[in-house]
């Protein structure tokens, strides 16, 4: 038990030390993380576009008999 709580207060040790990833005087992060930022964005609504064509396509096609 005593090793987990040295672990845990590295960890939050660590975390706390981390540089905070945005200018503190503007607010405004570098512009590499906002283009990374939306390009996963970009990659999760394709993503669920795509789920959603397959799903009408799959079930347009599909002929279930009982």
């Known amino acids: 038990m005593e090793g987990l709580n040295a672990f845990f207060s590295d960890s939050a040790e660590a975390f706390k ?19 990374a930022n939306l390009n996963l964005i970009n ?14 396509f799959s079930s347009h096609f599909a002929q279930i008999r009982f």
């Open 17 to 35: 030390a981390k540089p905070l990833p945005y200018n503190q005087s503007t607010c405004q992060k570098p512009k590499q993380e906002v283009i």
């Open 43 to 56: 990659l999760l609504i394709i993503n669920h576009l795509q789920s959603i064509i397959f799903i009408n």
